[in-house]
């Protein structure tokens, strides 16, 4: 029997999932051998029936430069009974599949890490390289490299975010626009500094604080009244969704969300509008201090998860595929395929990469950089000491405001 892949795809969404599943297609087929599509994610290798179809040559031509994924994709984590229990090694025996090639973010990574100790402690002559691709950019790939569908993600949001701010200038208004980013706040801050926005608020900056509703509210007005100093009266505040994750129950409570969570025990937060939620609190808080503006909410979300991938994803992507089958070439498993800047496959290993929970943590905004700083302290505007005195026409305690006592930089 011809040896045979396997390629799943977990998680969500990201421009060039496609891409990397036509491009390991293509490379393999070339090479001789069968390659099969699994559906559903993990679930089709915990599943007795699961689904999946084989791809050739005209399936995978025509795939890798859409957006979305051609493979059912699935969040399902297996459980550790599902190991001993529910492994379907049938799928792999009688298939005669050699590989098993995993696309997804960390939460597929980390399951990745948990097959890959399970295939090498039960002697399984499988291998397996995992693909790393988040919007969020979040999994640790050295010198910044980013994860594959951030760039283009970040390209769709950035041209909903000029319209945005030019919507603002327009109608002198403020808009309040949140970003995807569950742990991370890459692609809320790279979108808010494409388009210039005076206010961007990520997780990283609390890092020397708490985060609370109060003080994300405070530091919008705090934009807002720097603004109106500076004779603006327009403006966007760029919010990443993460800060939700870093919220304590009872200021979730607060915010007056209630999350239903998913098999990773993840809030689900693409299922409520964190730009309305968080332009709430907003209004609420102007009309507290008596300020007459206009704010408006707008969620950048899951229009950018399945665009079409830009260039740059499109050969990175391409560069990814090809890059698995030099890894299995080389006898690499358990491992994630990196490619440098400067152009050369390697492999990461899972298990250097996983913390003491055997889980691979999420790569955070560095929030000391050059690039993040000169951001904030250029592009940002926001009350500072100087402000105080005239500040005191709009708010009579305007150290509440200032941006970097609010977080105790």
């Not at 297996?78 to 799928?91: C, G, Q, T």
């Not at 597929?108 to 291998?127: D, H």
């Not at 405070?218 to 505040?237: C, D, P, Q, T």
Request: net charge neutral; proline share 5%; glycine share 8%.
């Amino acid at each position: 029997m011809k040896e045979a892949i396997a390629i799943l795809t977990g998680g969500g969404p990201a421009p060039g999932m496609n891409t990397v599943v036509g491009s390991v297609a293509k490379t393999f087929l070339a090479k001789g051998y069968r390659v099969i599509g699994l559906h559903y994610g993990y679930s089709g290798l915990f599943n007795p029936t699961p689904r999946y179809e084989d791809l050739d040559f005209f399936k995978a031509d025509y795939i890798f430069n859409q957006g979305g994924s051609y493979l059912t994709m699935s969040r399902f984590k297996p459980k550790d009974s599902d190991f001993e229990n529910n492994f379907n090694l049938n799928f792999f025996t009688e298939n005669n599949i050699k590989l098993l090639v995993t696309v997804g973010g960390d939460d597929t990574a980390s399951t990745a890490n948990r097959i890959a100790k399970f295939l090498e402690a039960k002697q399984y002559p499988i291998s397996n390289i995992h693909v790393p691709k988040t919007i969020d950019n979040d999994l640790p790939l050295p010198a910044g490299s980013p994860t594959f569908g951030y760039q283009s993600a970040k390209e769709g949001g950035t041209v909903i975010g000029r319209a945005v701010y030019n919507d603002a200038r327009t109608s002198a208004n403020w808009f309040v626009v949140a970003a995807m980013g569950r742990s991370a706040g890459h692609l809320a801050f790279g979108i808010g500094s494409a388009c210039h926005y005076p206010m961007i608020v990520i997780p990283e900056m609390f890092n020397k604080t708490t985060i609370t509703v109060e003080k994300i509210v405070n530091l919008v007005v705090s934009s807002i009244i720097k603004r109106k100093l500076m004779g603006i009266e327009y403006g966007v505040a760029m919010i990443s969704e993460g800060v939700f994750h870093s919220l304590s129950d009872e200021e979730i409570a607060k915010s007056g969300v209630h999350f239903s969570y998913d098999d990773h025990g993840h809030p689900e937060l693409g299922k409520v509008s964190k730009a309305h939620i968080f332009n709430e609190m907003l209004e609420k808080k102007l009309v507290e201090l008596g300020l007459k503006v206009k704010s408006r909410p707008v969620e950048i979300g899951y229009e950018v998860r399945c665009q079409t991938p830009i260039a740059y994803d499109l050969v990175y992507c391409s560069q990814l595929g090809m890059g698995v089958y030099k890894l299995f070439s080389e006898g690499k498993t358990g491992c994630m395929v990196y490619i440098s800047q400067d152009g050369y496959v390697s492999p990461l290993y899972l298990k250097d990469l996983q913390n003491e929970a055997g889980k691979i943590p999420p790569r955070l905004v560095d929030i000391n950089s050059d690039k993040i700083q000169q951001i904030i302290n250029n592009m940002m505007h926001y009350i500072t000491p100087e402000d105080y005195d005239a500040a005191k026409q709009y708010v009579s305690n305007p150290e509440a405001y200032d941006f970097k006592k609010i977080l105790e930089w």
